[in-house]
């Protein structure tokens, strides 16, 4: 059984910087392409960050360098490093394993605010 669990998220000043992190479990994991996805109140689920086996990385457009996804393959986990936060940022962040199929977790809040 696929498993995945973010944690990382919480309240960041804007400026800020934080790390999620997601442990994957019951899957090949070296394999799968993972990303990060966010949600924001009353918007549409959207792309942040991919990384796949081969550690080829694909960003949102509104990334703009901000932030970097990697893995770490010995420990099945995938990261995301977020620097200089905006309060646009606030969002549930999840994370998502496509295989043969796509796989989610239950995410994590991030809230940037003063």
């Known amino acids: 059984q696929v498993r995945l669990v973010e944690s990382g998220g919480g309240l960041v000043q804007p400026g800020g910087s934080l790390t999620l992190s997601c442990a994957a479990s019951?899957?090949?994991?070296?394999?799968?392409?993972m990303s990060w996805y966010r949600q924001a109140p009353g918007k549409q689920r959207e792309l942040v960050a991919s990384?796949?086996?081969?550690?080829?990385?694909n960003y949102g457009d509104f990334v703009k360098g901000r932030f970097t996804v990697s893995r770490d393959n010995a420990r099945s986990t995938v990261y995301l490093h977020m620097n200089s936060l905006n309060p646009e940022d606030t969002a549930v962040y999840y994370c998502?394993?496509?295989?043969?199929?796509?796989?989610w977790g239950e995410g994590t809040l991030v809230t940037v605010s003063s």
């Open positions: 998502n394993a496509n295989t043969t199929m796509p796989y």
């Open positions: 019951g899957l090949f994991f070296r394999l799968a392409t």
């Open positions: 990384i796949t086996g081969s550690t080829s990385t």
